[in-house]
C-alpha cells in the first residue's frame, strides 16, 4: 500500500514560519500565566489557596456515595452533615446524578474511624438506600507533612532542572529553558485551579482536578517532560548555529523547530494515546493525573516553540567567525 505505514502521510521537514507569530504567543502567554496566578492565589485561603485541596493536603475524610437509580439529594445531605458539626464540609456531585463526593473534616479530639461511622449512619437515615463507593481518611499531621513534602518536590525538581541547563548550555538557552519551565509549571495550577472553579459553578457536571499527591507526580513529570522538549530543540538550534553562521538568527529557529516538528509531533501522540485511554478507564483516582499530564505534553510542546526560543531571539547569541556551510535543499518524503 502507498501510505503503509500511515507515517508516510507526514513530511520530512516543514516550513512554517513560527517566529511570526512569536509577538501575539508571547502576549496570551503572559495573560494566562496572570489567570492562573490569580486562579491559582485567590482567594488566598491555606493551605491550597484557590486550589481543590485533595484530602492528602487538607486532611479529613472524603467519601463518594451512590443512590443509584434515584438521583442524589446534596442539599439534605449536606444539612445533615452541618448539623454534626464537622467543621468545612463539602457536598457536590461527581460525574452521575445518582453519585456524588462528600468532604469533611474530623473534629478536634474525635476519633477519625468513629466519625466516618457516625456520617455513614447520618446519610442513611437521610436519604434511605445509599451505597458507599469509598472512604479515605487523613489525618491533620500526615496531610501537613504531606504538603509540605510535595512542595519541597517541586521546589527541588526546578532546582535540578535550572542546574542542568547552567552546565549544559549558555546563559541565553537558559533563560529560555526556565522560562517555559515556569510557563508550563504555572499554567497548569492555573489548570487544576480553572477545574475546581468550573465544577462549583456548574455543579459537578464538570469534575474538579483536585490537587493532592498524583498531581504532584505529574507536575513533575511535565517539568522533566518540558525540559526534554526544549533540550531537544535547543541541541539542533545549536547545531544549526554552527551550520549557518550567515543566516538571520529567526530564520534558524524556524529551521530547528521545523526540522524536529515531525519527532516532537509522534512522541507527544503516543503519550497522547496512552493517557486518553487512562483518563478515560483509570477510575476517579486517576483522573487529575492523567488530564494534568496530557495538558502538559500540549503545552510543554507549546512552550519549547513559542517561549524558549523566542527569548534566545530576544537575547541574541554569539557567533564565531568560521566560514558558513551553504544550505542544502529541502528533503520532502513522497
Known amino acids: 500500500?502507498?501510505?503503509?505505514?500511515l507515517i508516510k502521510v507526514l513530511p520530512v521537514r516543514t516550513h512554517f514560519r513560527f517566529v511570526r507569530l512569536a509577538r501575539l504567543a508571547a502576549v496570551i502567554s503572559i495573560l494566562a500565566?496572570?489567570?492562573?496566578?490569580?486562579?491559582?492565589l485567590f482567594p488566598f485561603k491555606p493551605p491550597c489557596g484557590g486550589l481543590a485541596c485533595g484530602i492528602d493536603f487538607k486532611g479529613g475524610t472524603v467519601m463518594e456515595i451512590s443512590t443509584a437509580p434515584n438521583a442524589v439529594d446534596l442539599g439534605r445531605i449536606r444539612g445533615a452533615l452541618s448539623s454534626?458539626?464537622?467543621g468545612d464540609v463539602q457536598v457536590q456531585g461527581f460525574g452521575a446524578p445518582s453519585s456524588a463526593m462528600l468532604l469533611f473534616q474530623t473534629p478536634s479530639g474525635a476519633d477519625g474511624s468513629a466519625t466516618v461511622k457516625a456520617v455513614q449512619a447520618k446519610i442513611s437515615e437521610t436519604v434511605g438506600t445509599v451505597r458507599f463507593v469509598r472512604t479515605d481518611l487523613v489525618g491533620p499531621k500526615v496531610s501537613s507533612e504531606?504538603?509540605?513534602s510535595g512542595v519541597m518536590a517541586l521546589g527541588l525538581a526546578i532546582l535540578l532542572m535550572m542546574v542542568y541547563i547552567w552546565f549544559r548550555f549558555e546563559l541565553q538557552f537558559g533563560l529560555g529553558a526556565v522560562a517555559a519551565l515556569f510557563h508550563d509549571v504555572f499554567l497548569t495550577f492555573g489548570l487544576i485551579a480553572l477545574s475546581g472553579k468550573l465544577a462549583e459553578v456548574t455543579g459537578g457536571l464538570i469534575r474538579p482536578i483536585e490537587f493532592d499527591l498524583p498531581a504532584v507526580a505529574a507536575i513533575l513529570t511535565i517539568i522533566g517532560y518540558s525540559m526534554n522538549d526544549t533540550v531537544v530543540v535547543f541541541d539542533r538550534f545549536r547545531e544549526n548555529?554552527?551550520?549557518?553562521?550567515?543566516?538571520?538568527?529567526?530564520?534558524i529557529i524556524d529551521m530547528s523547530i521545523n526540522e524536529m516538528l515531525t519527532r516532537t509531533i509522534i512522541t507527544s501522540m503516543t503519550a497522547v494515546l496512552a493517557l486518553v485511554a487512562l483518563a478515560v478507564f483509570g477510575g476517579p483516582s486517576l483522573y487529575g493525573l492523567s488530564v494534568i499530564m496530557l495538558f502538559g505534553i500540549v503545552i510543554g510542546t507549546y512552550s519549547s516553540i513559542y517561549i524558549a526560543a523566542p527569548v534566545i531571539l530576544l537575547w541574541g547569541v554569539k557567533r564565531g567567525e568560521e566560514e558558513a556551510e551553504p544550505l542544502k535543499p529541502?528533503?520532502?518524503r513522497p
Request: hydrophobic content about 50%; aromatic content about 10%; glycine content about 4%.
Open 33 to 40: 500565566v496572570i489567570g492562573s496566578l490569580a486562579l491559582t
Open 146 to 148: 504531606l504538603l509540605t
Open 241 to 251: 548555529l554552527r551550520k549557518y553562521k550567515r543566516l538571520p538568527l529567526n530564520e
Open 84 to 86: 454534626m458539626k464537622l
Open 330 to 332: 529541502a528533503r520532502v
Open 1 to 5: 500500500m502507498k501510505y503503509w505505514p
